[in-house]
Nanobody, 116 residues
Framework: QVQLVESGGGLVQPGGSLRLSCTASGRIFSVNVMGWYRQAPGKQRDLVATITRGGSTSYADSVKGRFTISRDNAKNTVYLQMNSLSPEDTAVYYC??????????WGQGTQVTVSS
C-alpha cells in the first residue's frame, strides 16, 4: 500500500514562513509529477504548485514569487517553502503524487493557519 504523509503545517503570523513536506512510502517504482493543492473552508481544492521528476515547476498566480516547490527524488519527498504568508493562504494543504503503476495518490492534508 502506498501512502503520502504531509507535515509542517501550523499557525503562523502574517508575513511569516512555513515549510511543508510530503513523503511517499510503500511499494513505489517511480514518482512522476508531485504537487501541492489547498482547500479553504467553503471553497474548492485549488492547485498551488507542481513539479516534475526532472524539476520543472509551475505555480498558481496567487503564490508566484512567495512559494517554492522542490523535491528530493531519492527520498520520494516534495517540499513547499511558503514565504510572506497572508491570511488568504489559510487552508488545508494537500500533496499528491503520480506514481508509476499506481496512479494518483493524495495525502491526508495539513492545516496552515495564518493569523495574528
Amino acid at each position: 500500500q502506498v501512502q503520502l504523509v504531509e507535515s509542517g503545517g501550523g499557525l503562523v503570523q502574517p508575513g511569516g514562513s512555513l515549510r511543508l513536506s510530503c513523503t511517499a512510502s510503500g511499494r513505489i517504482f517511480s514518482v512522476n509529477v508531485m504537487g501541492w493543492y489547498r482547500q479553504a473552508p467553503g471553497k474548492q481544492r485549488d492547485l498551488v504548485a507542481t513539479i516534475t521528476r526532472g524539476g520543472s515547476t509551475s505555480y498558481a498566480d496567487s503564490v508566484k514569487g512567495r512559494f517554492t516547490i522542490s523535491r528530493d527524488n531519492a527520498k520520494n519527498t516534495v517540499y513547499l517553502q511558503m514565504n510572506s504568508l497572508s491570511p488568504e493562504d489559510t487552508a488545508v494543504y494537500y500533496c499528491n503524487a503520480d506514481l508509476l503503476w499506481v496512479g494518483l495518490v493524495w495525502g491526508q492534508g495539513t492545516q496552515v493557519t495564518v493569523s495574528s
